[in-house]
């Protein structure tokens, strides 16, 4: 495991997210952060239909491949893209596997045709944003998601010692002030579209019934991502963007739905925690509701932030929520390397 | 088209719905409801997952198929069914085509040739089965009462599917449920087009609950679908038991319109439902208020000449049928006092 910190000399400490700790002449330390300095972003990917039934994304891709100027900013070039295509004409999630979930270096070093169709796409898709973990992948992808669950505007980060996304999910907060935005941490626990650039963030609406598209929820994801595009204008330009801390939800746990022996539901989400994205749960509040109308009570020690819960498509996964805690993520000043 | 009145004597005139308007020595008018009697409810069927992902019913059938105890009732026997398992177990709508309009004369009875064989659509097959249990349809022999659970992504609350507005039975039970519940009612012209699972018995009711999304379980709409059941079976059991049910009137909605969301020469669609209009199902909608937004953020008002209330806002299963919303009219049905024949 990479150490917390590291010695730059003997009386100079860097940590991994960049602060800078010194042993003052008074011998008392004093910790500053470490101006991170990124490469501009030069090509930008913003991929809707992932899954085929998240509407918002399909629709706002397919206004953007008819013109694409408001996406469209002076200091990189942006491609706009349906990710699975077959799967938006029949308005299902997937049609063999869940795309967003095949970005596995395994997958995606396999030669030759697949009969698994999102494994066929996801290697396409990888020939033009990518290749993952290259310097001629695309620098930063956008990928657009809804969800059944009432998670509001969630930012999805799988990187939070990513300087330029933690400074752009800053950006998207102090200047959004829609009451609602949420950062979640999604961590390398699963392989997605976006981790096939070198930056990546998901939007990700909810609540909206798959295969529907709610007007407002629409318009939230245009303007979220036209704050994301706005950020890597400046950054590029060479605007510098301070310290900061983020408040942000990584997962601690999954927890699945009661079952029976045959794998199928014994309980429902509970009124009380229904549409409670967010929201903490505390030991012993209520969380399940068996069909027979008895409560369910959370086992664990401390709070937990619930998040995805009564997602339709993670039935089939066995996820009734994830929890999770809420942390503080202290994000590096940030600036363009010329 | 039948009159709306006729002669039972050169006196005594009796209208469709069973109005009697004497003429009195006086000779002023004296009108009266002329009581319905309704045959005995013996078979009721409970239906879930007649669209696979719409989970209430499909779990309140699962439980009662394990207990039947509770659907239970001393003056009739019930019959629980699954009616689409292959789309349950898959948890979609369906799989070849909609069960919930394959029930027709020329599906269910054949004369057609390309009407057989084992190469046709599950769901007609799957259609053809559940007409043998529960049917014939239009027959002396079917069920009394077909009772059909759903779910909606709209925001319709607990709404009653009576499809046909001269079914006095079903009519005295929503003014009946109404004293416990708010339960708006929807129903078609007299003269149909009647193709649902509930077609299949004398008296058929849907259950439609929302708004929840499809393949998901929202505790409250089951307890609500569940309590909904009871109220049926209670009612039915009082009606079989004697209990007389005075005349009355239920609001209820009837459908005039089928309104698309604006499409391109393609067919996809150029805007959504409006703000304005998401989630405000049964709510008037007057001639200029906003009902869809473009793409490009313009607004598009009704266009109609007069109010209507709009119901099935924004289901999803209804973009590919081409449906935005149901435009329906409110109208109030006079209903005849009701007992049991004996």
Known sequence: ???????????????????????????????????????????????????????????????????????????????????????????????????????????????????????????ELNRIFGPKHSPESYDFIVDFHNTTSNMHNSLMVHDTEDPVVMNLVNYVLQNYKHSHNYVFITGNAYHTTRTMGTHGLGIEIGPQAHGTLDADVYQRMEKITHYVLDFLDKFNQGEEFPACSVEAHRITEKIDFPRDESGDLTAMIHPKLQGKDWQPINPGDPIFLTFEGETICYQGNSTIYPAFINEAAYYEKRLAFWAMEKIQVSVPPLKVQK
């Not at 590291?6 to 400490?13: D, I, M």
């Not at 308005?91 to 795309?99: A, E, G, P, Q």
Request: net charge positive; charged share 25%.
């Open 1 to 123: 495991m990479t150490p917390l910190f590291r010695y730059l000399t003997p009386q100079v400490l860097v940590s991994r997210v960049g602060h800078i700790v010194r042993v003052l002449p008074s011998r008392t330390l004093h910790c500053t952060f470490k101006m991170s300095c990124v490469n501009p972003v030069k090509r930008v990917g913003i991929l809707g239909g992932t899954h085929g039934n998240e509407l918002s994304g399909v629709y706002l891709v397919k206004k953007w491949l008819k013109d694409k100027s408001p996406v469209t900013r002076g200091t990189f070039e942006t491609t706009v893209c349906i990710s699975n295509p077959k799967a938006v004409e029949k308005c299902v999630r997937y049609i063999d596997t869940d795309l967003n979930r095949v970005f596995t270096d395994d997958n995606l070093r396999c030669d030759g045709q697949n009969s698994v169709y999102e494994l066929n796409r996801g290697k």
